[in-house]
């Protein structure tokens, strides 16, 4: 039950190349502008602790929480590259 508590819906989008972009905005409109344009792609609910491929789903709850989005390029996080 504490599992469902803790579900975030997480819309992904793709953008240039490699990258994908995990937000809660449904419209991506926070996500960084020097890696768009972006076009959504999914939608998936995540739990902590729970895997998805292609993306470790607690670092993306982590950056979501701390900085409103979580990037990836080719699988790796690159968050940390665009944030002041």
């Given at each position: 039950?504490?599992?469902?508590?803790?579900?975030?819906?997480?819309?992904?989008?793709?953008?240039?190349g490699r990258?994908?972009?995990?937000?809660?905005?449904?419209r991506g409109?926070?996500?960084?502008?020097?890696?768009?344009?972006?076009?959504?792609?999914?939608?998936?609910?995540?739990?902590?602790?729970?895997?998805?491929?292609?993306?470790?789903?607690?670092?993306?709850?982590?950056?979501?929480?701390?900085?409103?989005?979580?990037?990836?390029?080719?699988?790796?996080?690159?968050?940390?590259l665009n944030?002041?």
């Amino acid at each position: 039950m504490a599992q469902l508590e803790n579900t975030m819906q997480v819309h992904i989008f793709r953008g240039q190349g490699r990258v994908f972009g995990f937000t809660l905005d449904e419209r991506g409109t926070n996500l960084p502008e020097r890696h768009g344009p972006w076009s959504p792609f999914k939608v998936l609910d995540m739990h902590p602790d729970e895997p998805h491929r292609g993306v470790d789903v607690n670092a993306c709850l982590d950056d979501i929480e701390q900085y409103g989005f979580h990037l990836t390029d080719a699988h790796e996080r690159i968050t940390h590259l665009n944030v002041a």
